[in-house]
């Protein structure tokens, strides 16, 4: 097979400009994924769900985000349940999440979540 030919770049043709210019947008690009809100989280493990005796109760969880997060999502959890946003008000959205759940408290050890915080 014989060797490619290799010509020189055209007369007028700024490479150190157009590398420039592609380094920009690779930049631009990267920015835009990396300052995206999902992105932009916290996660938080081994997170204990409440409990009011054997009855599920609303538990807080400190997010330490620093504000008021878009959202989250269950990341883990330690058995079959479901935990939703709560629908009482939180007075602390931008300390903490108030989460409801439908965890059975059994055994020596509390049902737990792990959380995408965002």
Known sequence: ?????????????DWQRALGALFDVMVEGFRQVFTHEVVDGVLLE????SFNGSAPLDTAVEHSLGREPKG???AGKSDSFDV????????????????SH???QSGSRPPTVT???F
């Open 46 to 49: 081994d997170v204990k769900l």
């Open 115 to 117: 959380l995408w915080v």
């Open 84 to 99: 939703w946003t709560s629908s009482a008000p939180n007075k602390l959205p931008r300390t903490h999440l108030l989460l």
């Open 72 to 74: 989250w999502q269950l």
């Open 1 to 13: 097979m014989p060797r490619p030919t290799l010509s020189r770049p055209r007369a007028g043709l």
């Open 102 to 104: 439908n965890a059975n």
